[in-house]
C-alpha cells in the first residue's frame, strides 16, 4: 500500500527519506519519488515507476539538497504506474507538492471545476487534483494552511497527506481521513510518516493524527486542528517495538523470519493472561465487555483474507466449546448487505494492520447499528485499535511480509483465549478439561520449535511440485479454514493456482479437476473427523491425484495413503490448526523461493489494504 515519509529539521533530508521508503517497502508499491526543498526555496524532485533502490541510483543527490521532503511510495489505484503518475504531484504552477495515501472520489468533478479555472493537468492521478485545489485556493488566501484547509472541506474520500509550498517553505502540512499518518518527535526535527516502521530509527516519541485532523509541523513546533480548525492537544505516545524486530536478522526473508518466530510470537498472545493451573483466563482490555460476552446470544466475527480465515477457526471453535451461535462474515460484504445487526449483539473485528479500510467500514457500521465491536489487533494503536469499544491485542510483534504468518498463528491464539474465558464463566468448558488445555498450551512453542527445526522436510516436497500449476488443499472441521489459508499462502506468493476447500465437499464438483498432475493437501492430523479424511484420500488416490498429508508423527497408519508427509507433533484438536498451519507456511515459501518469486512483496499485493 501507499507510504509516506516527511522530514524537517536541521539535517539533510534525502537520505531520512529515502530510508524511510525503505522501511515502507513490505507494504507493497510500484513506484516511488521525493521532493526536497533546498535552501534558495527550490523544490527539487525525483519520481520513478519502480523500486527506491532504482530511484537512489538513478537521482542526482547534490541537486535534492534540503532539509525539508516529503517522500512516498506509490501502490497505483488511478492512473497506471508509470514514471508521471509516481508521487510527489505539483499543482500547474509548482508552488504546491504532495504526496497521498488514498483515494479522491470526487476528483472528476473538482478536476471539472478546475479546469473551468483554467487549470491544466498532465497526470492522470487524483492526487495532482488536489494539489491544484490548495494552489487554487493559495491564490486567493495567500495562506498555506487556510489553503489546505478549504481545499480538504471539499474533498470526498480517504487522504494521508503531506504537503509542502515553495512559498512558505519552513512547513510541511498533513492531513488525514481514513489512511493512517504520524509524526515523530526528534530533537529539533520532525518526521512523518504512514507507518511507525519509517520513525522508529529516529525516535519512539510519536503523535497520531486522528481522522478529521491536520497538522502544521515546523522544525521546532507543531500545530494539530481539526480540518474544521479546532485546536487539538494530542499526548505523546510511544513507539513499542525496536528497529532490530522489523529487520531480517540473518533470514533471507521477512516471511521466513516470522514463520520462525512462531514459537514467541505465540508466547506473547498469551503470557501474563493464563493461569496454567486452573486454565483462567484474563484479557485485561475486555474486562469491560465480560459479561456481554458470556451471556451473548450471537457473536458475529469479521475481517479480511487471512484475518477471515482465522474468523472462521474462531467460529468453529466458540460454537464448539461455548455453545454460542457463531457467524463469520467477510468485512467487505458486511457494510453493503445491510446486516441484521442490534445492540445485542458482539462484533469481533479481526486485523493484523488495524488499518484494513474494508475492516474499518465494517466496524464503522456495526457501531451505527449499535453492536458492540471488539478488536483483535496486531499494530498497537492502529486505527481499528484504537476505534473499537474495546479488544485485545494479539502482540505478535511487527509482521513485514506481506503474507500473513505469525500474525495468522496469534490471531487463532487469541480466540482460544477468549473461548477458554467464555467457556469457564458459562460452565461449556468442565474444570479438568480447561487443565488439560492449559497444559497443552504450555507446551505449544516447544511443538512449534520442532515443526520449524523440520523444514528441510518441507523444502524437500516443495522442491517436487515447484512445477504445478494448480493444487487443492482439503481439511475438515477446525482445519476447513486452515486449508483455506494454506491455498492462500501459496496463491499470493507462488503465483499458483490454489483451492481449499471442506474434504468432504470435494466430491460435490472440485473431484473433476483430479488427475495424475493435481497435487492435494491434506490436513490429516488426528482427531473425530480421520477416518472420513482417510475415506477422502482414497476418493483423490483411486483418480491418481498426488497426495500430500500433514500428519501426526506417531501416525504410521497415514504411510498408506500419502505420497509425501509434512509431520507434526500430536495436540488437542483446539490447537491442531496452529499447529497444521506452520508446515503449510514453509510449503507455500519454499515453492515460492523455488519459482525465485518476491515472497515478501508479492505482485500486485500490498501488506495493508487501506483502500476499499
Ligand atoms: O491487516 P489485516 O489483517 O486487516 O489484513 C487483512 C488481509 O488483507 C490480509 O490478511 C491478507 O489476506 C494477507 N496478505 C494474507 O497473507
Known amino acids: 500500500m501507499c507510504g509516506i515519509v516527511g522530514y524537517i529539521g536541521k539535517r539533510n533530508s534525502l537520505n531520512i527519506i529515502f530510508d524511510g521508503l525503505k522501511r515502507l517497502e513490505y507494504r507493497g508499491y510500484d513506484s516511488a519519488g521525493v521532493a526536497v526543498i533546498n535552501e534558495k526555496n527550490e523544490i527539487n524532485y525525483f519520481k520513478k515507476a519502480g523500486k527506491v533502490k532504482e530511484l537512489e541510483n538513478e537521482f542526482n543527490g547534490e541537486v535534492l539538497e534540503g532539509k525539508i521532503g516529503i517522500g512516498h511510495t506509490r501502490w497505483a489505484t488511478h492512473g497506471e504506474p508509470n514514471d508521471n503518475n509516481a508521487h510527489p504531484h505539483f499543482d500547474m504552477n ?3 507538492t504532495i504526496v497521498h495515501n488514498g483515494i479522491i472520489e470526487n476528483f472528476k468533478t473538482l478536476k471539472k471545476k478546475l479546469t473551468q479555472e483554467g487549470y491544466t493537468f498532465s497526470t492522470d492521478t487524483d492526487t495532482e487534483v488536489l ?50 499518518l504520524m509524526f515523530g518527535l526528534g530533537k529539533d526535527e520532525i518526521i512523518v510518516s504512514s507507518d511507525a516502521a519509517a520513525i522508529v530509527n529516529h525516535t519512539k516519541n510519536v503523535i497520531y493524527l486522528e481522522d ?75 474486562d469491560s465487555v465480560k ?15 487471512t484475518a477471515w480465515h482465522a474468523g472462521l477457526v474462531g467460529e468453529y471453535i466458540i460454537e464448539q466449546f461455548c455453545r454460542i451461535p457463531t457467524e463469520v462474515e467477510y468485512a467487505s460484504e458486511f457494510r453493503y448487505r445491510n446486516p441484521v445487526i442490534s445492540k445485542d449483539d458482539i462484533v469481533l473485528f479481526i486485523s493484523q494492520s488495524g488499518e484494513t479500510a474494508d475492516t474499518r467500514a465494517a466496524m464503522k457500521e456495526a457501531q451505527r447499528l449499535g453492536a458492540t465491536a471488539i478488536g483483535i489487533v496486531n499494530v498497537v494503536g492502529s486505527t481499528i485499535a484504537r476505534e473499537v469499544d474495546c479488544g485485545t491485542y494479539i502482540h505478535a510483534g511487527p509482521e513485514i511480509g506481506v503474507a500473513s504468518t505469525k500474525a495468522f498463528t496469534s490471531q487463532l491464539m487469541s480466540l482460544i483465549l477468549i473461548t477458554l474465558m467464555i467457556g469457564k464463566h458459562k460452565g461449556t468448558i468442565s474444570e479438568s478439561e480447561l487443565k488439560e488445555i492449559a497444559k497443552e498450551l504450555k507446551a505449544l512453542p516447544e511443538k512449534i520449535k520442532q515443526i520449524i527445526e523440520k523444514r528441510n522436510d518441507y ?31 501459496l496463491k499470493e506468493i507462488s503465483y499458483i493456482h490454489a483451492e481449499g476447500y471442506p474434504a468432504a465437499e470435494m466430491k460435490h464438483g472440485p473431484i473433476a479437476l483430479i488427475d495424475e498432475n493435481m497435487p492435494v493437501v491434506f490436513i490429516a492430523t488426528k482427531d473425530k473427523t480421520y477416518d472420513k479424511i482417510i475415506s477422502n484420500i482414497e476418493e483423490i488416490k483411486a483418480r491418481k491425484g498426488k497426495i500430500i498429508t500433514i500428519a501426526t508423527d506417531d501416525d504410521t497408519e497415514i504411510n498408506n495413503y500419502s505420497d509425501y508427509i509434512l509431520r507434526v507433533p500430536n495436540t488437542l484438536p483446539i490447537f491442531s490448526p496452529i499447529l497444521n498451519s506452520i508446515p503449510l507456511q514453509f510449503l507455500s515459501y519454499y515453492i515460492a523461493t523455488a519459482r525465485n518469486c518476491n515472497v515478501d512483496q508479492p505482485r500486485n499485493l500490498a501488506k495493508s489494504v487501506t483502500v476499499e
Open 459 to 489: 523444502k524437500f516436497v516443495a522442491e517436487e511440485f515447484k512445477d504445478s500449476k494448480n493444487f487443492l488443499y482439503l481439511g475438515r472441521g477446525f482445519n476447513f479454514p486452515v486449508a483455506l489459508e494454506g491455498a492462500l499462502k
Open 291 to 305: 459479561e456481554k460476552l458470556i451471556n451473548a446470544k450471537r457473536i458475529i466475527i469479521t475481517g479480511c483474507g
Open 131 to 180: 494539489a491544484n485545489l490548495i494552489e487554487y485556493y493559495y491564490k486567493s488566501k495567500n495562506n498555506f494552511e487556510i489553503a489546505v484547509r478549504l481545499a480538504l472541506s471539499e474533498v470526498e474520500g480517504t487522504y494521508g497527506i503531506a504537503c509542502m509550498c515553495k512559498s512558505e517553505p519552513d512547513k510541511i502540512i498533513i492531513a488525514r481521513m481514513g489512511s493512517p
Open 94 to 96: 509548482k508552488n504546491i
Open 212 to 286: 478529521g485532523e491536520m497538522a502544521v509541523l515546523k522544525r521546532d513546533s507543531f500545530q494539530i486542528k481539526t480540518i474544521d480548525d479546532e485546536d487539538i492537544q494530542r499526548e505523546v505516545q510511544q513507539i513499542e517495538y525496536d528497529l532490530e524486530e522489523i529487520e531480517k536478522g540473518g533470514f533471507e526473508h521477512f516471511m521466513l523470519k516470522e514463520i520462525c518466530e512462531q514459537p514467541e510470537s505465540i508466547q506473547n498472545t498469551y503470557r501474563g493472561r493464563i493461569n496454567f493451573e486452573t486454565g483462567e483466563v484474563k484479557l485485561g482490555g475486555l
